[in-house]
C-alpha cells in the first residue's frame, strides 16, 4: 500500500524510529529531527491529544503475601485473645446491668411491701368502723340475732321460725314483679317491666320490712328513714308483698274432715265441747280514713268509732288456722260477715 502521513502532535518523542548512521545527518546536535520527515515504530498509535487529559497509570497490584503456619498460628492467638476481652468486658456490663436491675427490684419490693402494710392497717380499721356502724343499722340481718328484737318488730319468737316462712315465699318473691298502681294489671305485672326488686332493698329486708309494718304498723315516713329508702318505694314493696303473701299463704289453709278434728282435739273440749268444729271470730283492722265520703260511710265501724275492715277468721280446738274469709267494710255486722263468708256451707249436720 502507499505510504500514509499523520500529525507527528498526536505521537511522543518515543514513538518514532531512531535514525541510523547514514540518516544521522538528518537529526540535530539536540537529538531532534533535523527534517520533518519522521517514522514510527510498527505497532504505534496516536497518545497525543489536547483537548483530553492522559490516563492516570495503571495501579500496579501488590502481589498476595505468602503467609507461613506460624503467621496464621499468631492470626488465630490474637483474634482469640481480642474476643475474650471483648468477652470478659460483655460480661463486666451484663453484670453490672444485673446487678442495678436487681437493686431496683429490691427497692420496688420494699416499697410494695410498704403499701400492702399500709393497707392492710386500713382493711382493719375500715372493718372496726363497719363493725361499729353495723349495730346502728336497722336491717334483717342484724335483727335476726336477738331473739328479742325480732319478736317484737316482727312477732316470729324464732330466727328459724322467721326463715322458714321466708324460705318459703323466697322463691316466688325472686320472679315477682313490683306493683305500681293502675299500670298493674290483675295478675301483678307491669308491661314494659322486668322481674325483680325496684329498689335497693334485698329480698330478705323486704319481706322483714312488710312483718314490721305488719307488726307495729309504723309510718312509711319512719320506715324510709330507718331503711334508707323513699317511701314511694317502701309502698310499693309493702303490695307488692302483702298480695304475694295472701296468693301464697291461702294454699296452707284447709278445711279439716270431722274425723282430723275429732282426733286432734285437746283433752278439755272433749270433756266440755266435743262437737266443736271451728272457733270462729271477727278480726278488725283500723284503716287511714279514705277521702270519698261514701267509703267513709261504708268503713266507719260504730262499735270502735273509726273506719275499719273486718273479716272472719275460724280455728279448729287444736289451734291452726282453717279458714279465712275474705275483706268486708267495718260497717257490716258480725251475723252478716259470716253469712258472707260461706263458712255455713263447711259445716255438717252436728257441728
Known sequence: PGSTKVCSLHFRDEDYRRPCAKTLSRWNAQGTPARSYKTLLPGVVPSVFSSFPEPPPKKIRRPPRDRS????????????????EEDHSDAECTADLLLDTTNLMEAEHSAFQDQIAALQEKVCALEVEKEALYEHVFCAERILEDQDLLQFFTGFSSKNMFMACFNFLHPSAESMRMWRGSQTNFDGE?????????????????????????????????????????????????????????????????????????????????????????IIDC?????????????????????????????????????????????YEGSITDRNSVIASGLLDKLERGD
Open 69 to 84: 503456619k506460624a503467621d496464621y498460628r499468631n492470626l488465630a492467638v490474637q483474634t482469640l485473645e481480642e474476643v475474650e
Open 190 to 278: 307491669r308491661l314494659g317491666r322486668k322481674p325483680g326488686g325496684a329498689s335497693k332493698l334485698s329480698i330478705l329486708n323486704q319481706f322483714f320490712f312488710t312483718c314490721v309494718r305488719l307488726r307495729r304498723s309504723f309510718p312509711l315516713e319512719d320506715l324510709a328513714d330507718r331503711f334508707k329508702v323513699a317511701p314511694s318505694t317502701l309502698g310499693r314493696i309493702f303490695t307488692t308483698w302483702i298480695n304475694l303473701m295472701y296468693v301464697k299463704f291461702k294454699e296452707l289453709l284447709f278445711w279439716p274432715s270431722r274425723r282430723k278434728v275429732d282426733r286432734n282435739m285437746p283433752s278439755c273440749f272433749k270433756t266440755s265441747y266435743p262437737s266443736t268444729r271451728v
Open 283 to 327: 278480726t278488725e283492722f283500723f284503716i287511714q280514713r279514705p277521702s270519698s265520703l261514701s267509703v267513709q260511710s261504708a268503713s266507719f265501724s260504730p262499735y270502735n268509732n273509726a273506719n275499719t275492715c273486718k273479716l272472719l277468721v275460724g280455728i279448729p280446738p287444736d289451734g291452726p288456722f282453717t279458714f279465712i274469709s275474705s275483706l
